[in-house]
């Protein structure tokens, strides 16, 4: 008799473990289908920021908004300079920079290196 009882109580638990996580697998199911739905909306405003980002950065609509907003002027060429050739007293080295200028003649000499 005491033995059908304990059996009995250890069904209604297991039931009741059941049934919650029914409900558990329910709702996640639920979130699931929600974050999906949310996933496509930002997918699609994303592609609707791709193509605006692309019209807006147009070369013709640059090129206007810069005569526009900007006093740019042509390079010329007496403006190109090596970078060896400049005075500017900047030390490199105190920055933690380096800089190194190669000819042409010394980078077809080297043979490419495989990274």
Known sequence: MKKNIL???ICIVIAVCAYKTSIG???LKKDIVSMDNQMLVE???STVLDAE???LNRNERLEQLS????DLQKVQPKQIV???SLSS???FASLGLT???ASLEEENKKPLEKS
Do not use: P
Not at 67 to 70: D, F, T
């Open 89 to 91: 007293g900047i030390n």
């Open 53 to 55: 980002w692309a019209y």
């Open 99 to 101: 800089y190194k200028v």
């Open 67 to 70: 005569q526009v907003y900007l």
């Open 7 to 9: 059996l009995f109580i």
């Open 43 to 45: 997918k699609e405003k």
């Open 25 to 27: 697998v329910r709702e």
């Open 82 to 84: 090596r970078v060896d």
